[in-house]
T-cell receptor, first 113, second 116 residues
């Protein structure tokens, strides 16, 4: 069974631009969660999607948004990028919920210059 | 606010020895879930162990076990017979609250180095 895949793996953007990251969960998994990992703030929860609906949300500004498609694939969008958005963005999938075992992808390394 | 604290930024242990990583949390919730996740160098994060707060029995997974002390809000991870492959960052994490407001909250992590 294929694992969680994230594309692209590396990305360099300029401040003020927007970016879209993609996550393909393990086949059959319906819950997808997104996390931001930085040296300063550590691991922070962004949001969780289930059946195309955002079910839980972390404390991030509205510039961070996401969506989930009918095939459970998910995208995360960050608009008006700031230098502080440079981070490793991790996606994780689970059968039903992030209350249970999550399988993480390798992450997308975003650098904002 | 719910918080998770890992007070040991770095630890080291010799192969085959036992090591315990500490984690404390703060919450007013009665029902919640606790996790230990492992992030090996340049590799994907994986779940080590999961504990449901309403279960008094401590969770175990092979060489990994937890000491869950609900009253003390403590959730330590014990690794027995440490192996070189256990070298990684270990994150303690917590989920609690009502659906829709839940957040998976991580501690700052403990970097574990296993020496031969």
């Amino acid at each position: 069974k294929a694992g969680v895949t994230q594309t692209p793996r590396y990305l360099i953007k300029t401040r003020g631009q927007q970016v879209t990251l993609s996550c393909s969960p393990i086949s059959g998994h319906r819950s997808v969660s997104w996390y931001q990992q930085t040296p300063g703030q550590g691991l922070q929860f962004l949001f969780e999607y289930f059946s195309e609906t955002q079910r839980n949300k972390g404390n991030f500004p509205g510039r961070f948004s996401g969506r989930q498609f009918s095939n459970s694939r998910s995208e995360m969008n960050v608009s008006t990028l700031e230098l502080g958005d440079s981070a490793l963005y991790l996606c994780a999938s689970s059968l039903f919920s992030f209350y249970y075992e999550q399988y993480f992808g390798p992450g997308t390394r975003l650098t904002v210059t | 606010a719910q918080t998770v604290t890992q007070s040991q930024p770095e630890m080291s242990v010799q192969e085959a020895e036992t090591v315990t990583l500490s984690c404390t949390y703060d919450t007013s919730e009665n029902n919640y879930y606790l996790f230990w996740y492992k992030q090996p160098p340049s590799r994907q994060m994986i779940l080590v162990i999961r504990q449901e707060a309403y279960k008094q029995q401590n969770a175990t997974e092979n060489r990994f076990s937890v000491n869950f002390q609900k009253a003390a809000k403590s959730f330590s991870l014990k690794i027995s017979d440490s192996q070189l492959g256990d070298t990684a960052m270990y994150f303690c994490a917590f989920i609690g609250g009502l659906v829709g407001t839940d957040k998976l909250i991580f501690g700052t992590g403990t970097r574990l180095q296993v020496f031969p």
